[in-house]
């Protein structure tokens, strides 16, 4: 990595010397080739599956936003977290604003898949993140010095400078971007690369761990490895946080001197990637009643039209079993959710109170 010296700004990362990015280890290319096969799959389901992708893209981000903010200590009661993420209460407190805020940034980049991930977005997303911090912190890049400390008070590594961290920032996104469009190295491993060294850049205050998975899901969604839409990848995160850490640390020893290794973080997050991929498949052909049930009761209060047939819904809802159709449609109707009118090919399901469906967080996944 070279210094690049402008008006005494320093500027650093990973992509400003090609031996950073070259030479790949031989473990990370096999783990790179498996998640691209993977990658296929996935966009298949979504061609051919639609109401069953739709589904587990609904699970997947009420579990990202719970585990980004887990991650950081951030909590409030399982159930009413999922009701703040749907949008159905009010956040109360600091922790359950910045749940919504984490849901609003990471809709933006279920939206906009393939937008550039520039300073701007970056921004932007850690507005949301701190909305209701005030205007002294949401959005803006830190003004004093911050420190990442272990447990016991010493530096785990050390951040850039607050008066180079917009300098680093705007370098780092130019080059990821050449780099992600260019072809000149594998997509994942830009963005494996770009995450490091935004967490070590460092750039605000507060929120540098979510906005960094934040940027994570967007630099992947852009270069079309979707497997984070329908599986939260923060989630898996959080399962390994320790590994997680500690990849990272290995991988911070050295940047100020030029002298990291991006690949031990590489390693893990290619693994966390790959796990992923192999937990959606799992879901699409391993589905237990309980989950068939979830993904109808999904359609029904997200998706499904004020009136419908029995072969309107075995459309929609391919690869789910008819019978489990037709258990989940007679359970909705004993609670009042739909009716059924008419008789035999005439018959229609009418939807009368969709706020009567209820998908338990355990019937959510296999």
Avoid at 156 to 174: G, I
Avoid at 179 to 205: G, K, N
Avoid at 233 to 238: D, M, P, R, T, V
Avoid at 241 to 254: N, Q
């Amino acid at each position: 990595m070279v210094d690049i010296t402008m008006n005494r700004v320093t500027i650093r990362n990973s992509f400003s010397e090609p031996r950073h990015l070259a030479y790949v280890p031989s473990n990370i290319v096999s783990l790179l080739r498996r998640i691209d096969l993977a990658q296929g799959g996935v966009d298949r389901t979504a061609r051919d599956a639609p109401a069953l992708a739709d589904s587990l893209a609904a699970r997947s981000r009420i579990d990202s936003v719970i585990a980004s903010n887990e991650l950081e200590g951030i909590r409030t009661e399982h159930r009413r977290a999922e009701r703040l993420i749907r949008d159905e209460v009010v956040p109360k407190g600091r922790d359950e604003q910045e749940i919504t805020g984490y849901r609003a940034a990471l809709d933006d980049v279920i939206a906009n898949p393939h937008d550039r991930i520039t300073v701007p977005r970056l921004l932007h997303w850690h507005r949301e993140l701190f909305r209701y911090a005030g205007p002294d912190v949401a959005g803006r890049f830190k003004r004093s010095e911050n420190r990442v400390l272990n447990p016991d008070g010493t530096d785990r590594f050390r951040t850039v400078e607050a008066r180079f961290v917009e300098d680093n920032v705007v370098d780092l996104t130019e080059r990821a971007e050449v780099a992600l469009t260019s072809d000149t190295c594998h997509p994942v491993v830009v963005t494996a690369a770009f995450t490091l060294d935004l967490l070590i850049i460092h750039p605000f205050e507060d929120g540098n761990g979510r906005t960094g998975r934040i940027a994570s899901n967007a630099m992947l969604a852009r270069a079309d490895y979707t497997v984070g839409r329908y599986i939260s990848i923060e989630q898996l995160l959080g399962d390994r946080r320790t590994a997680y850490y500690r990849s990272l640390l290995d991988s911070t020893r050295g940047w100020h001197e030029a002298d990291h290794t991006i690949w031990p973080w590489t390693e893990f997050f290619c693994e966390v990637l790959l796990e992923a991929y192999l937990k959606l498949g799992r879901r699409l052909h391993q589905t237990t009643p309980a989950a068939n049930r979830a993904i109808v009761v999904a359609w029904l209060r997200d998706d499904a039209p004020m009136t419908f047939s029995m072969g309107d819904v075995r459309s929609a809802l391919a690869g789910i079993p008819p019978g489990a159709i037709r258990n989940a449609l007679n359970d909705a109707r004993e609670v009042g959710a739909v009716d059924l009118r008419g008789t035999g090919r005439a018959s229609r399901w009418v939807v009368v109170d969709r706020s009567r469906l209820r998908l338990d967080r355990e019937d959510a996944a296999p």
